[in-house]
């Protein structure tokens, strides 16, 4: 293979686009939902010694501090200055508040009143660390910690009690035992036999919740039948042998083979419908997140109009530390503790102008949203009309990905539930008649016609094509039957319910 070097010539013209530090922050600000928000809030008013709360009566507002910090002489200009937002491994600024640490009687009159809580509190609360502490929900157990503390309480030989614990580390977390026991004897050194393993497994299956350890659906659900202490014969019977015909509605069929009374399968089944397919879920999932709405919609009768306010009311309002702005200003102050104040200053100027901007780009948003929205507000989700985001940000002269980033993770509370902000933003059509809808709204549209069919006889793909035809939406029947999976509806067979022979 022959090696050559040779020299080539291009021109062209390359864009470099760098993002300053506030913009950066502007974006991420924008992005925080209202806990995490409240959350970087108090970092911020942990870390940076200037910026305050502004708690008591005729204190400035942080739309009042964001004006006076824009008014403040902070040097921006020299290179210099933008250095000190170069991110640093240390970031305890150690140096600087050491240097603090060492003014003398020099500097008697820049003397700081004691140092005042940073994080937002009321003054009767606890220590916030220990509140925090007090207040952190414990770590949840996983599936086998809770299997293996209820393992060492059974009474077994030691034998048994290895495979048992054997057995546990091999379930996985929605409680079944996958792995073959024959294979179980080659994840170990220690010599175990298919007898000792089967008395484990008996033993596993004892414990809690019930269900757990088994190798499929037909015997997990037979574990938890056991734990009823009834008469299940029918329900053990169906389960047995009956399975993939209740899976694909066949009751004719069962009743047929079984001889049962169309009553005693319904009456069975509904029975099975209450057992756990799959029990290790109801231990250790992570709790469901709590949502707070970002934004509260109202009606307002005197006017006829929906309007919006943000639920930021708990926010605290921040402000610049007076002494230390007093302190910056003079002239004889020690050039490291003004740079130092400088850096802070700055940063809260930044955090609090960022926080106004985040206000007001997220009420510019939700308002293009309820004026478009109302049919959904007024009416219910069948009516929620196609919105792209294109759209909203054209029309409020921002870049589509700033909205992108109002919306994300922000919930709407409406006088018919909370909602993601994203749920309004969707493509649609146009039905017969001149209505639009949106896909989210076609899907009610969707679900409210099977909601009132007869069950005993649902209707097929093609009869709700006219069903929905007839009220104006005209809709193909691939398209039917694609969002009936989306929103896991069964076809019409699978939803007919049987009444008594």
Not at 12 to 35: F, K, V, W, Y
Request: with cysteine.
């Amino acid at each position: 293979m022959k090696m050559e070097l040779s020299q080539h010539l291009r021109l062209g013209q390359r864009l470099q686009m760098t993002l300053a530090p506030r913009m950066i922050q502007s974006m991420e600000i924008l992005q925080l939902p209202m806990l995490a928000l409240q959350e970087r809030i108090n970092q911020e008013l942990e870390s940076n010694p200037v910026l305050e709360v502004a708690t008591e009566a005729g204190e400035q507002t942080s739309e009042q501090a964001a004006e006076q910090a824009r008014g403040e002489e902070i040097s921006e200009e020299t290179p210099e200055g933008e250095k000190d937002f170069v991110v640093k491994e240390d970031t305890s600024n150690a140096e600087d508040f050491e240097r603090l640490s060492t003014f003398g009687p020099d500097f008697v009159e820049y003397d700081l009143p004691a140092p005042r809580a940073r994080a937002y509190r009321d003054s009767s609360q606890r220590d916030p660390k220990l509140e925090a502490m007090a207040n952190t929900a414990a770590r949840e157990t996983s599936l086998d910690e809770y299997l293996l503390l209820q393992w060492s309480f059974i009474s077994a030989a030691e034998p048994i009690k290895h495979c048992g614990e054997l057995i546990i580390s091999f379930i996985d977390d929605d409680g079944y035992l996958r792995m073959p026991l024959e294979e179980l004897t080659s994840q170990t050194n220690s010599p175990m036999t298919m007898e000792e393993l089967g008395e484990a497994l008996e033993l596993v299956q004892t414990l809690d919740p019930a269900g757990v350890g088994a190798r499929n659906v037909q015997e997990c659900l037979l574990l938890q039948l056991a734990r009823l202490g009834a008469d299940t014969d029918i329900e053990r019977e169906l389960i047995v042998n009956h399975l993939d015909d209740i899976k694909m509605n066949h009751y004719p069929a069962i009743a047929k083979k079984t001889g049962l009374s169309m009553e005693q399968i319904n009456a069975a089944v509904e029975r099975i419908g209450r057992l756990d397919p799959a029990p290790g879920h109801a231990v250790g999932q992570p709790p469901v997140p709590y949502i707070v709405p970002d934004i509260i919609v109202e009606y307002d009768p005197a006017s006829d109009e929906y309007y919006a306010r943000l639920a930021d009311d708990h926010l605290p309002n921040l402000g610049i530390s007076e002494q230390y702005r007093s302190m910056f200003r003079s002239r004889g102050l020690d050039a490291k503790a003004k740079e130092f104040l400088q850096r802070n200053i700055r940063s809260a100027r930044w955090l609090i102008d960022a926080i106004q901007q985040r206000r007001q780009t997220l009420m510019r948003v939700v308002n293009a949203v309820i004026r478009v929205q109302r049919d959904f507000l007024e009416k219910g989700p069948e009516f929620l009309k196609p919105l792209p985001m294109l759209q909203v940000a054209e029309k409020l002269g921002i870049h589509v990905a700033t909205v992108s980033r109002a919306v994300s993770d922000k919930y709407v509370q409406t006088p018919g539930g909370i909602f993601a902000l994203r749920k309004f933003f969707s493509g649609g059509t146009q039905t017969s008649n001149g209505e639009i809808l949106s896909w989210n709204g076609i899907k009610a549209k969707l679900m409210k016609v099977i909601e009132k069919e007869d069950k005993a006889n649902p209707l097929s793909d093609d009869q709700i094509v006219e069903r929905l035809s007839a009220g104006g939406l005209k809709l193909a029947r691939r398209t039917v039957a694609k969002y009936r999976k989306v929103m896991n509806i069964p076809p019409a067979r699978r939803r007919k319910k049987f009444g008594s022979n």
